[in-house]
């Protein structure tokens, strides 16, 4: 490891940590603080303490519709809400440090095309000591990410949300099952839209880690025994190899099950004094989640649309924008089932996109996650619009919200096409991260391809010559075990 | 005075053994349900006439109807309104009131601590409150249902109430009888949760205890009250409508309930555009069943107006006076309603007209010429003159009273006219029964007859003076008020008018009886996002505050000295309890402040923060659980019930101000939820402040022994209550979606959502490269399976050539349509099958 690695790595968290401080010093939660995109009703700081007084007053922190978050949450941080700014930097770093370990884990099993000794495409970082890896390199933008750094110091629960959700996708990753469990059915717990995070959870624990298809490593396995050569990059990485461990798939379920129960426990322990504690607590959490009764302006979509659309339509659309989310979990599961993390990470921006009460929080989520794809993701598409896009909306929203409320000088509709915006951008990131992976993986097809029938036919670098039968490239994981 | 002191002691017992005597017996009579007990339907009418310090003078119509359940003739009724009765009987409503009102009382300049002002200063809009006898799972749906029948029966939308998001239970606050105040003997209390708790706190609130979920303090400690049965929990209903224009056609339908209607006696007066022209009017009907013997129905109308006299006669004598605020004004019931008194109702048991001069307006023309006042010797109150004495409690009368600018605007336009010659009313004295003489205390007598000061015209049949309550009557002032009452008579009286003429041009300044803080609450903060709802109490110092020990010292000193006096006397056994009693307000210096209770209903789209509750007490910040000491909190419910909260404080003494503060976020409605004048803002109905050490009920006496009998004047036959005070209403704006956007919201999130959903679908589904080769392959339709060579059958697919032989495109179109119709059959009949 250089030195100057070392100094840019502890340098960026020393200034991370000085400018979350320093915000902190300015009392910027205040100011943040109750801004509707940093904090929403359900992680809303101040309704979380105003939840806590009830609690100590021996009624339910639920009623009266302020509090819309967890017990766990109340009996966490409702003691040390002075303090709870120090309890987010701690949930940032441990974010951070857990991207870090998930890119370690990222680039001992991934496959690159340098690792396949194609001369075009060059690692960026793999060999070079200097610079920083993958993970390092994610959690320090993680760390100094402007979204993370307002969601910590402003006021909001999402901190907490997120580095348990970190937590579960390191455990799927790390092939860790009652850990993922914990941290899937936590994160579920905390706000309900994880729940879809089981899917890539479950195929990370039973396929392995992100990497090319098998498929390919299977055609990459024929031609390396065909010939008795072998390529560089392949060491130390035949455990991919291994047949899926359907195991895992049951310890996760069951472990979950155990989480669930005692999480569920904890929070009827929590309300013990109420008679219907727990039936409350999922009226007022996920129920409000689903419902979307608060129609408080956010980065969403709904708060305006359910303001505005007819009362007798309001089932439906909520149907229709709920079942939005659910839709692609499967189209998308089947053409990424052996990239969990991306898959993961596309998960989290749909369901920021479709979310009742977005906040930047998830977006710094997202955010941390993408930088882990620095490299697959290098073809993208519309980089500058996207970027523009962010910091366009990222301006122009505060803006909007301050001339419709304060000022009264604008109205709803200037906030809402910033949020239309928002969402349009969102949705150019799904769409164009999801065919940019596509596109990269089946570049690394073709070139395992070429390597084969360069091995097989001495026809070196023949893109035309007869393609491989494409069977398997699209089936299902349990195709590809029979297979 | 030159009298020795045996002697005046003497001279003091007898007269107060005969007021003690007088006492007891108007007291009797106004408690004694069997004193009214009457088998025959009753109705009387009342008119009370005040001059305010501001030279407006407030006039209270007051009409009792009385019901006795002894017969019922089929639901038929000589005086008493069919529609109230069936309402009562339908509903089982056991106590209703209901009030409209327009302007907002004033109460600095027009008192808010006599009977008056406690009964009949109402919030803006309408007002309902109603306590019901059916089991509490009905009360909701009576409610309802007596919403609507109210507003038919007024023509008003009452039956908003009807919707919970506007009503509240409440529970301690609101309804107080005298039951919970006088609760306070004992100090022993079986709830173990807070034996921290002095017996002093205890005793407050041991009725509050048994109210509602209480939490208690001590030290910083947070204790739990338990909750505990209450009668009236559950069964009373709350609400109110702040935004309710009141009008003549809640006027008319009002009048209609009274035998004479407005066609003779007091409503005669009531002309509408001077009604509607008043500074302050509220209607008011109170209904209580099962009150009187057997069981009938008690019901009360009411009407207080403020109206500023007529010009003309105004100011006849004040033509160029430069301090115009304070002048005294001349009135006349024609100076005031533009008309004369042509008949009573002669329907009516009795109608009456009453003047009543407060204890500072006497005290004022004592000090304004000492000239006219004779010296007299007797009627020495020893309670009055014990107040007196003290030197705490020291006069500086009217300072308060701020010089309005805009009666000082008002005044300058006048014109001197001379409207009523003084000698026309005077002729008409066929009423006095009285001797004509005010005794002012201090051996002290006005002669209402002659004076310098004033004329009043015609004379009064009979004075009564107000005796002062045992409990402290906090803020009074040390002077008795009197009532000067007019009874009129068929035949006898008519026209008949009564007025007040000024013979001086001094600046007359004196202060109502006020509450012993003023109460204002407003919103602070800018902007459609969050604000603070503040509340101030400012304590009404300057005039007359008296810290509540010195009170109770006096009231003890003077209670002690009747009881000397009545042991004397009677040598009655409950002497020494009452001697007790006195000393153990004495030793526990049980008044260390003011109780107050708030009880503030909140809608639900103001989203409370009940933690953020402060108290500033004198520019320093308090902690909320060393002022609270019962609160209950309702919070409100999403779109279904309005947040309540009960808040009881104990105010130390010696407070000049006190702010008690509240954040709240602005919640974001549909757009179905919002008026159609959304910009104007959502009223907040206004709190209640009341103050439970100090209630309502005043007392009268006799000033001179009359030939006319005994007579309450209607509007002083209250129960006890304690002293409410309504804070302003505030007005709320909430920001606004655009009302006319709908269509073009639900299009446009409708085509970002598709944007998603397509192209993400068809990344999904696209397969780079794969797919160009797979259409040069021959053959491999073969192997795409049955299913997809059935489907490109019936959607007529070309490109196959294997089966576009076997396929006409005519069939392939009729399968389409035959399709579609089973398919749009089989929707239809789903359908039904859903109905």
Known sequence: MGRRKIMLLWGGIAVAIALRSILMGINAPLLLGRSVEVATPITSLKRLAEGYWRKQLGMSPYTGGTYHGSPLLLVCLGHYLEKSLIIFLIADLSGALLLHLIGEILVTVNLKPSDLGDPNKSSLHTHDPEQLSTGNLAALLYLLNPFTIVSCVGGSTSPIENVIILLALYAAIAGNAPLAAFGW????????????????????????????????????????????????????????????????LFDLIAWSGIWWLSILGFCSLVLHKQPNGLYEMFKETYGFILTVEDLTPNMGLFWYFFMEVFDFFRPFFLMVFHA???????????????????????????????????????????????????????????????????????????????????????????????????AFIQIILIVEGVSTMLKYDRSLKKLVDSLRDCDAHKVPHNEQSEPPPPVEVLTSPIATARA | MQISSDSRMLKMHSILFWMFTIFLLVRGNTQNPKAEVTLEEEFTEDLLLRPLPDGKVLSHFHFIHKLPQARSYGGHHSLFPKAIFQLVKKFHVKEMELSFTQG?????????????????????????????????????????????????????????????????????????????????????SNLGTEKSMNCKQKKHFKEWQNAASITFTEGGKISRGTLSSNRQLGQLRYGALPREAVCTENLTPWLKLLPCRDKSGLTTLLDRSIVYNGFYHSLRLNIKSGQLAEGGILLRQSLTLVLL??????????????????????????????????????????????????????????????????????????????????????????????????????????????????????????????????????????????????????????????????????????????ILEYELQMNKSFPFDVGLSWRINKPLKWSPIRAPFRISRFLVGSGNARGTITTIFKANLAQNFISATSIHENLCRSLQARLLHKKESLQGKDVEIRDESCSAIKDDD???????????????????????????????????????????????????????????????????????????????????????????????????????????????????????????????????????????????????????????????????????????????????????????????????????LIISRYLGKTGDKMYSNLTSPKVSKLSRIFIVVIVAVAAHYMLNLGK
């Open chain 2, 309 to 482: 006299p007529s010009r003309q006669e105004r100011n006849q004598k004040q033509g160029s006076s430069v301090h115009h605020a304070v002048q005294p004004q001349n009135w006349s019931l024609f100076s005031l309603f533009g008309k004369r008194l042509a008949s009573g109702c002669p329907l009516a048991k009795s109608s009456h007209v009453s003047v009543e001069l407060v204890g500072g307006f006497i005290e004022q023309l004592k000090e304004v010429d000492q000239s006219t006042i004779v010296v007299e010797e007797t009627h020495l109150n020893e309670q009055t003159q014990s107040l007196e004495r003290n030197p705490e409690y020291s006069v500086d009368a009217g300072s308060n009273i701020g010089v309005d600018p805009d009666l000082q605007t008002f005044e300058s336009k006048s014109m001197p006219e001379v409207f009523l010659p003084a000698g026309e009313i005077q002729t008409e004295t066929s009423l006095i029964e009285s001797d004509g003489k005010l005794s002012l205390g201090n051996g002290l007598e006005l002669d209402l007859r002659s004076n310098k000061l004033f004329s009043l015209s015609p004379m009064p049949g009979r004075i009564l003076r107000e005796v002062k309550e045992l409990l402290p009557h906090y803020g009074s002032s040390k002077k008795s008020s009197f």
């Open chain 1, 324 to 422: 939005n989310i659910l839709c692609m979990l499967l189209p998308l599961t089947i053409r990424l089932h052996h990239r969990p993390l991306f898959l993961s990470f596309i998960f989290i921006v749909v369901w920021t996109v479709l979310k009742s009460y977005p906040s930047v929080g998830d977006m710094a989520l997202y955010f941390g996650l993408m930088t882990l794809f620095m490299e697959e993701l290098l073809g993208f598409r519309y980089a500058f619009l996207l970027l523009n896009g962010y910091i366009c909306t990222a301006i122009l929203g505060p803006v909007m919200y301050n001339l419709w409320i304060w000022r009264g000088t604008g109205n709803a509709n200037f906030y809402f096409a910033t949020a239309l915006v928002h």
């Open chain 1, 185 to 248: 059915a936590l994160a579920t717990h905390l706000s309900l839209y994880p729940a879809i995070l089981f899917i890539p959870v479950a195929v990370a624990l039973v396929g392995g880690p992100d990497r090319p298809s098998r498929s390919l490593f299977q055609n990459l396995a024929t031609s390396i025994n065909k010939n008795g050569k072998s390529i560089d990059g392949l060491h130390g990485r035949h455990q991919i190899l291994e047949g899926l461990k359907w195991q895992c």
């Open chain 2, 590 to 788: 049980a008044v260390e402040g003011i109780d107050v209770i708030i009880f503030q209903i909140v809608p639900w789209y103001v989203r409370m923060y009940w933690h953020t509750l402060t108290f500033v007490l004198d520019g320093n910040l308090v902690p909320f659980w060393n002022l609270a000491t019962v609160m209950r909190l309702v919070p409100a419910k999403d779109r279904q019930s309005p947040a309540m909260m009960e808040l009881g404080i104990q105010i130390p003494a010696n407070t000049v101000s006190l702010t008690f503060t509240i954040e709240f976020d602005k919640g974001f409605l549909h757009i179905d939820e919002h008026p159609p004048d959304a910009n104007r803002g959502f009223d907040i109905p206004a709190a209640i402040v009341s103050f439970p050490g100090y209630y309502s009920k005043v007392q009268y006496e006799y000033m001179h022994n009359t030939t006319l009998g005994p007579f309450i004047p209607s509007f002083l036959q209250t129960e006890k209550k304690p002293m409410p005070v309504y804070t302003e209403i505030l007005l709320m704006q909430l920001a606004t979606p655009d009302f006319s956007m709908p269509y073009n919201v639900i299009t446009l999130t409708c085509t970002v959502l598709a944007l998603y959903f397509g192209s993400l679908l068809n990344v999904l589904r696209r397969r780079i490269g794969e797919e160009e080769r797979r259409s040069t392959k021959l053959g491999d339709s073969t192997k795409a399976g049955k299913l997809k």
């Open chain 2, 104 to 188: 907002r009382w004033n109460y600095q300049r027009w008192g808010g601590f006599d009977a008056i002002a406690a009964f009949n200063a109402k919030p803006v809009g309408v007002e309902l409150w109603a306590l019901f006898d059916v089991p509490k799972a009905e009360v909701d749906a009576t409610w309802g249902n007596l919403t609507h029948a109210l507003s038919g029966l007024f023509c008003a939308s009452i039956n908003f109430l009807e919707s919970s998001t506007s009503v509240a239970e409440p529970s301690f606050s609101f309804k107080l009888d005298e039951h919970w105040i006088e609760g306070n003997d004992t100090c022993d």
